[in-house]
């Protein structure tokens, strides 16, 4: 996949983010500042002035996050606070919401219990069918892609170009890709959201979510929801994804490599019934894949046959975490069907890892050889 030099360029602006402001004796590492209040002699000259508006780790963050965004961030306590805020941000009274049927269910469940009960109308595509979807009448069109966990893809730019031309603002939700391999707001998305609990923060440590845009008024919204809602993060979560986001791009690349070697062997192998990744040439979301995104992703659909053969998979696996999150350093891996996910029981979201490959897969292989 090409790799283009204005990306590499971000890269190591992210990591240099704060050189150009230090002074003689600043620290190098952002300061983690706790403070809740701020000296406050005058209230009309700026500075900072009380923890719910900002402070000043969110903005060491939200700085970092915006060199790879290339765009303004707004960050939040979870992802989904950062998906709630966008959502409360752009709702329009009276206008459909279109949300992916087969993406992230919590986003489902805030829509039902929450949207629909304001007397929103929320409508349901599937992340492959959003292509040809009918947006009229949608005052927002919502995408997750790759889908969790089904690892659909659509075509952002052609996606946006119809809800754009209905009069929606379109929303991605970029948690499986990152920034540093997909950048929707490039392809023609209005704001970007992203559980940065994942590969960001990257080590299952920490709760973290973010709102990128390139709309002033959008984001000013965005930012008026979290300080009137007060659902504002932790200075040291900001303080620790600040960390996690410096080898971001590091971790990915030993990340979407093995998963690409992984998903290879995973494919030959006689046990396996069906495996997902976007990176296998016949992959159904292999070529949009390679127009939009900059590397495949480190997320693999493998199934077997049975409930009971991948649970015993993934009791048997020595390098697979049995949690339900992905993007961490270790590998992980999950039976989505307990949860009620449309995919066969059968069915194993492998999130891979930085273990050295070849390590991985001899456990991959041999917990496959006793299941
Ligand atoms: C695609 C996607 N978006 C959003 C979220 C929500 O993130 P958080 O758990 O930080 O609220 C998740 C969590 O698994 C996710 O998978």
Sequence with gaps: MTIRNDDDRRFADLLHHRS????????????????????????????YVYGRTTMPTWDEVE??????????????PS????????????????????????GYYTVRLFAEQFLKGFGVPVDYVPTLAMGQADFTGAGIVYLETPSNPGLEVCDIAAVAARAHAAGAVVIVD???????????????????????????????????????????AVMARVRDWRKLSGAVPGSFEAWLVHRGMETLELRLSRMCASAQVVAERLAAHPKVRAVRYPGLPDDPSHA?????????????????????QAEAFLAACPYLARA??????????????????????GFIRLSIGVEPV?????????????V
């Excluded at 600043?26 to 005058?42: G, K, N």
């Excluded at 970007?192 to 923060?201: E, F, L, Q, R, S």
Aim: net charge negative; proline share 6%; with cysteine.
């Design 288 to 308: 949009v894949t390679v127009r939009q995104a900059r590397g495949f992703g480190f997320l693999i659909g493998m199934t077997l046959d049975s409930a009971d």
């Design 63 to 76: 700085a970092q996050m915006a060199v790879l965004e290339g765009a303004p961030c707004v960050s939040f």
């Design 174 to 216: 970029n948690t499986t890709m990152t920034a540093v391999l997909q950048r929707p707001l490039d392809l023609g998305a209005d704001l970007v959201v992203a559980a940065d609990t994942k590969a960001p923060g990257g080590h299952s440590d920490v709760l973290f979510g973010h709102v990128a845009g390139r709309d002033a």
């Design 358 to 370: 070849e390590a991985l897969w001899d456990g991959i292989a041999e917990a496959l050889a006793v």
């Design 324 to 345: 339900t999150s992905f993007g961490a350093t270790h590998s992980a891996g999950e039976r989505r069907a307990r949860w009620g996910d449309a995919v066969p029981e």
């Design 20 to 47: 150009a402001r230090l002074e003689q004796g600043d620290p190098i590492t952002p300061p983690l500042v706790s403070a809740a209040t701020y000296h406050l002699p005058r209230a009309d000259v700026g500075g």
């Design 79 to 102: 992802g989904m606070a950062a998906i709630s805020a966008a959502l409360m941000a752009a709702v329009v009274p009276g206008r459909r919401v279109v949300l992916p049927s087969d």
